[in-house]
Structure formats: C-alpha cells, structure tokens
C-alpha cells in the first residue's frame, strides 16, 4: 500500500485545512485508514479513523466537534477537514493505513503510513 498525503500548511486560529490522503497498491487489503498528530516534544496522538467500507468513525475528543474525515471512493483519497483550528492543533499529522481488524485508536494498529505533513496554527 502507497500513501501520498498533502495539504498542510500555516493558518490562522479560527481558519480550515483539509488535508488529503491518496492510497493505492493493495487497497483490497485496507480495513480503516487513521490519521495521527505529533506535536514537537510530544508523542504521536490519535486523531480520526475511519472504516474503509466507511460504516464505522471515530475522533479524539480533542477534535470531534470540529474535524471530520471522509473518503472519495472513485480516488481511492481519504480526506482529514478540519474546521476552527487552534494553536494547539499544530503538528505533523500522519494518514496511516490498517490491514487489521483492531483498535484503530492505536498507532500499532497500521502498518503503512504517509510521509506527514505540517500543519501550523498561528494565534
């Protein structure tokens, strides 16, 4: 599986990113795609996932009023929306990819992950 992310970028407190995930390769193999944060200085932190077939989301509580991810099937492209951004949310986020059937909260859940792309919210 080969995941390309984009998206991110400087913005102000209050603004909205979205930031793509395109996968391909074995995508028959994908049982939820997540995306995960790290902060400098911080470990990574879960944000999102979402089931592949799509039934199925969950976010942080940190996010889950204003972050929604969902997926343009046809591009095989997972998208991360992020609305009302703070300070606070600036970090590299990560879209991640899990052939398991298991707490997709968990990094170790996914075994293929995207390059990271930064997001800075400035105040």
């Known amino acids: 599986v080969n995941i390309v992310e984009s998206g991110g970028g400087l913005v102000q407190a209050g603004e909205s990113l979205r930031l793509s995930c395109a996968v391909s390769g074995r995508t028959f193999s994908i049982n939820a795609m997540g995306w995960f944060r790290q902060a400098p200085g911080k470990e990574r932190e879960f944000v999102g996932y979402?089931?592949?077939?799509?039934?199925?989301?969950r976010y942080a509580d940190s996010v889950k009023d204003r972050f929604r991810i969902s997926r343009d099937n046809p591009k095989n492209t997972v998208y991360l929306q992020m609305n009302s951004l703070k300070p606070e949310d600036t970090a590299v986020y990560y879209c991640?990819?899990?052939?398991?059937?298991?707490?997709?909260?968990?990094?170790?859940?996914?075994?293929?992950w995207g390059q990271g792309t930064q997001v800075t919210v400035s105040s």
């Open positions: 991640a990819v899990s052939t398991l059937n298991a707490d997709w909260r968990i990094s170790g859940a996914y075994g293929y």
């Open positions: 979402m089931s592949w077939s799509g039934g199925y989301k």
